[in-house]
């Protein structure tokens, strides 16, 4: 009698449960794509210079800004590098174009020990190092 019920209970399970399934979405691989140095340095530095932008400005999250070049990188002897990037923050109204200079030091991991640790003794991190309003 038991055995009976759980038949039949399994197949009632069976029978008004539908079956899912799941088609997943496949990525395009990218074939042949060309990146630059400065992509990759923007893409580094891009979040780090967005929060300090909208600091400048006082606007949200939707402030527009503009990635226009960079302008020198030096490398320091803590095994870091400072990036000086020029932007271009428009106007709500496109006749007054701000162009702003960002100095950004990136601090790469000094975790190799192939690293002179006397002078490197830092984690990963970006920082803001000078903010300067080129246009008035």
Request: aromatic share 10%; hydrophobic share 35%; glycine share 6%.
């Amino acid at each position: 009698m038991v055995k009976q019920c759980l038949i039949l209970f399994g197949l009632c399970l069976f029978t008004f449960t539908p079956m899912q399934t799941v088609k997943a979405e496949t990525v395009p691989e990218l074939k042949n794509s060309y990146f630059t140095t400065e992509d990759i340095i923007s893409d580094l530095v891009f979040p780090t210079i967005d929060k300090r932008v909208i600091k400048e400005y006082g606007g949200d999250e939707l402030f527009g800004w503009e990635w226009q070049r960079i302008v020198g990188i030096k490398y320091n002897n803590n095994h870091s590098y400072d990036v000086a990037v020029r932007i271009n923050i428009p106007s709500k109204n496109n006749d007054n174009v701000k162009e702003d200079l960002v100095k950004v030091r990136v601090s790469p991991s000094c975790d190799s020990g192939k690293i002179n640790k006397q002078k490197c003794n830092h984690g990963f991190k970006i920082e803001i190092v000078d903010y300067k309003h080129l246009s008035q």
